[in-house]
């Protein structure tokens, strides 16, 4: 298993990936965006993508902006490991604090958080679109490195 820079040419791989297991999947223009103009980092096990997550720096705050696992590779520690070696990857470039926003019924994304040390700071109403109304974000934050237990 190995972490690798994502970029442009990696589009459609990213693309399948979170089309197939993630039911809020980003649409192509922001994938192809972020590959652009973000760090977009994948886990590849097996020759094969199946983990992404997508981080944007200003000054010193990272914002994770996007982490995907493939349905079939969950529960695996996978969105784990990616997230604590691409926190530890954007350390390097200033990185000194992450911020995200998550659905607020996102429990499996919620738990991965908490379990990297990220701490609750309050909710964005109506954040999100959502069948027939809108979604809550909630909004998290930790201090780098993580403390992971
Ligand atoms: C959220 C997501 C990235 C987790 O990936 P994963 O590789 O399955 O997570 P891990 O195996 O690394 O889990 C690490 C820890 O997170 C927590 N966790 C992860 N999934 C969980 C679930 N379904 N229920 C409860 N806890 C969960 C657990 O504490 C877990 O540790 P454990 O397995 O030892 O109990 C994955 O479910 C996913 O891709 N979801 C769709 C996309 C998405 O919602 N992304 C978040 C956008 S903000």
Redesign the pocket.
């Known amino acids: 298993m190995k972490m690798v820079p994502l970029e442009i040419r990696d589009l459609a791989e990213c693309i399948q990936l979170s089309q197939r297991?993630?039911p809020?999947s980003w649409p192509d223009d922001i994938w192809r965006r972020s590959l652009r103009d973000d760090h977009c980092l994948g886990l590849v096990v097996g020759g094969e993508l199946l983990?992404v997550a997508a981080f944007s720096l200003v000054l010193d705050e990272l914002s994770l902006l996007?982490?995907?696992?493939d349905r079939s590779?969950?529960?695996?520690?996978?969105?784990?490991?990616l997230l604590i070696e691409g926190v530890e990857w954007m350390q390097q470039f200033g990185a000194l604090r992450c911020v995200?926003e998550?659905?607020v019924s996102?429990?499996?994304?919620i738990?991965?958080y908490r379990?990297l040390g990220f701490a609750e700071d309050g909710i964005r109403k109506n954040y999100y679109p959502l069948e027939g109304g809108r979604e809550n974000a909630l909004l998290m934050s930790a201090d780098l490195p993580l403390a992971v237990d």
Request: charged content about 20%; overall charge positive; aromatic content about 4%.
């Open positions: 297991s993630d809020f983990a996007n982490v995907v696992v590779a969950r529960r695996q520690g996978l969105g784990r490991q995200l998550v659905r996102n429990s499996s994304a738990a991965l379990s």
